[in-house]
């Protein structure tokens, strides 16, 4: 029952390291210098599915306040004000502020997304550079396959 | 402008690297002088830096005004301020050699080998500098790009090695990225001063997250340090690479690393965590035991010169690392010394393989044939390096090794003591066999006057200014860094302090 738990509480972590596992497998193992590459993009895209879920909170929004929770009353200020009964007054923004009752718990934390912008930027950019380089292999040694490159260099000697 | 120094340190090179990528290409002529510039720029700035750390304390320099938590800042105190010296200095002494070896080896890509140059230069700084966890982060992976297109540049085989480094170098940093991630769970924060605030008032040592971040950043660090047994993308990457990118990572890049890795055990995790409640020092000792006697029976057994130096880099990581984990003051010291010592003897040797290399066009042992007599002043610079790794006074080497072995000695961890004078009799036989080769040659009957007069003429000439200028600069760092080395151990020492690494009973 507790490893139930663990499992199916915290199954988002379990899955961020099999993607990971599978990543570094393929880094590792694979013969083809591009299927290598494509196992590092899984690899770092395992990092970011892990920032994500940081950030994710259940039941929470995304971090940026509607119209109706900064001015609550606005529509019935607006409806008396039509009628003739209220005053009026337009709050500063330090009332509005002072007023404002924000729960962190409805907001997912932005921070681990934005910062997973950063990473995938230089996700990106790592993955360039070795297409680069993949490309550069290919055309000094006339192969992408790890085995086939040693062979010949062993030959040049 | 005083004010502004620490951020100058980097943005200097950062703007001239955009500067010289937009006008570098139609006019090749003003690469160099453009390169020149902003390293020096960075140098003056760090010498008005660590002028301020020495009489101010730390210094803070908040991006934008932001404070942290919220901001991104740089701190720099006695550690930082010194270790980010020695890159400037390294990197602007690599930029003077490279005035003849770039469009030699690179001839068509002179303006790119620049620009990735100072961003490699950038990136490598701001590692230095930056008070912020996850923007070491972004600044490991700008300079771990930058050098693996740097090495690509390269011979056939150099391609090669850069993609076994960027498939390493991504492990690593994506390690470290994970470490920072957990970190953050825990803590809620990415500044480094902060996190160990939040450590410190939430009691979060005992925490299995915090044990399970410092595992996984210490073996991110470890692969971009090149940590013996997760160093296999170093040799190869330093011997096939261009002569000028051999001679800024080969001195830098694991240095660095090794500074960030003294960075988060005393700055972010604290020295009671690292070194007394998870009880590794023992293991991490023999493992670099292991490192320096592996490496530097390697280093033996290469035939090529740049290998060869490249093996003793990867021993000259297991001292620091071996130094950092003494759980010793000493030891402390003689770590960060060495980093600053070390940045230089390695910058030295690799600059006279680049010299070696361009003349001769060979990297092999025996090119150093009667090199003595052709290019005496290249062989002093040389000696002086090698004299250096050996440790023999009063060069940088000696006392980095002084206070090493006394931190070994007085932790009781002589199994690291014996490894590091192994290492050095090893380097003296490595080193003392290229001194007979250059002095000597390796035909026993070679000593016609008629045959030598002969030699002499077809052989090469002495370097040019520009290669030999940054090879004699060094050499005598290198012995005023030694000289003075009360100096710079008492501002590293005044650092090292503040921590009480001593108080800890294992």
């Given at each position: ?42 690899f ?8 994500v ?53 409805d ?38 396959e ?12 | ?22 006008l570098?290409?139609?006019?090749e ?52 301020a010194l ?22 080896e ?116 470890w ?102 984990w ?34 001769t ?98 052989g ?27 100096e ?19």
């Amino acid at each position: 029952m507790e490893l139930f738990e663990a499992l199916s509480t915290k199954f988002n972590y379990w899955i961020y390291i099999i993607i990971m596992m599978i990543g570094l497998y393929a880094m590792i193992s694979k013969n083809n210098l591009v299927k290598k590459l494509i196992g590092m993009s899984i690899f770092q895209t395992a990092i970011i599915l892990f920032y994500v879920s940081i950030g994710v909170k259940e039941g929470a929004t995304i971090p940026i306040l509607y119209h109706d929770q900064v001015h609550p009353s606005h529509g019935d200020s607006h409806h008396e004000a039509d009628t003739g009964h209220g005053e009026d007054h337009h709050p500063s923004h330090e009332e509005i502020v002072a007023n404002l009752h924000i729960e962190p718990d409805d907001f997912g934390n932005p921070l681990p997304h934005v910062l997973m912008l950063t990473a995938i930027v230089v996700g990106v950019a790592t993955l360039g550079v070795g297409l680069a380089l993949t490309q550069k292999v290919y055309r000094d040694f006339g192969s992408i396959e790890e085995s086939e490159i040693l062979k010949s260099i062993k030959s040049a000697k | 402008m005083i004010d502004q120094s620490p951020a100058l340190i980097l943005l200097a090179p950062f703007l001239l690297a955009i500067v010289l990528a937009l006008l570098g290409i139609k006019r090749e002529w003003l690469c160099f002088p453009l390169v020149i510039a902003g390293l020096a720029i960075s140098v003056a700035a760090s010498v008005v830096t660590l002028m301020r750390v020495i009489d101010e304390g730390t210094i803070q320099y908040f991006f934008g005004g932001w404070e942290p938590p919220f901001g991104i800042n740089l701190r720099v105190d006695g550690l930082n301020a010194l270790v980010a010296l020695a890159v400037s200095t390294v990197s602007l002494l690599t930029a003077i050699y490279s005035k003849r070896a770039v469009p030699a080896e690179t001839s068509d890509k002179v303006s790119q080998f620049y620009t990735l140059y100072l961003l490699s230069v950038t990136g490598l700084l701001g590692i230095v500098l930056t008070g912020d966890a996850f923007n070491l982060y972004v600044l490991i992976e700008i300079s771990a790009l930058t050098s693996y297109a740097l090495i690509g540049m390269g011979s056939r085989r150099a391609t090669l090695a850069a993609y076994k480094y960027l498939i390493m170098g991504t492990i690593g940093a994506s390690f470290y990225l994970l470490g920072v991630g957990y970190l953050y769970i825990k803590t809620g924060s990415l500044n480094m001063y902060d996190i160990q605030e939040q450590i410190v008032a939430n009691n979060l040592h005992s925490s299995p997250t915090i044990f399970v971040a410092f595992v996984v950043i210490m073996v991110g660090v470890w692969i971009k340090m090149a940590f013996f047994p997760l160093h296999s993308w170093l040799p190869n990457s330093y011997t096939y690479g261009p002569s000028t990118t051999s001679a800024l990572l080969g001195p830098l890049v694991t240095k660095v690393m090794i500074y960030v890795m003294i960075r988060m055990i005393l700055t972010v995790f604290s020295p009671e965590f690292a070194f007394d409640q998870l009880d590794w020092s023992n293991i991490v000792v023999w493992m670099s035991v292991i490192a320096i006697l592996a490496a530097s029976i390697s280093a033996l057994s290469q035939t090529s010169l740049q290998k060869m130096l490249a093996f003793l880099i990867i021993a000259e990581v297991g001292y620091m690392v071996g130094g950092v984990w003494l759980t010793d003051e000493m030891g402390m010291v003689g770590s960060i010394y060495h980093i600053i010592a070390d940045a230089f003897m390695t910058l030295c040797v690799f600059l006279f393989a680049g010299i070696i290399f361009t003349k001769t066009g060979r990297r092999d042992l025996s090119a150093m044939e009667g090199l003595f007599t052709k290019m005496p002043l290249t062989m002093v610079g040389f000696l002086v390096g090698a004299f250096s790794l050996i440790g023999i006074p009063p060069t940088a080497g000696f006392f980095s090794k002084w206070y090493l072995i006394q931190g070994g000695i007085s932790s009781g961890h002589y199994e690291y003591v014996a490894a590091l004078l192994i290492s050095s009799l090893i380097n003296a036989v490595i080193f003392f066999r290229i001194i007979e080769i250059a002095y000597f040659g390796t035909k026993p009957a070679e000593g016609h006057g008629h045959h030598h007069n002969e030699e002499h003429k077809d052989g090469p000439k002495e370097a040019s200014f520009s290669m030999l200028f940054p090879l004699l600069i060094t050499a005598a760092l290198l012995l005023g860094i030694g000289l003075y080395n009360q100096e710079v151990v008492a501002i590293i020492t005044n650092f090292v302090s503040q921590f009480n690494i001593g108080a800890i009973i294992l």
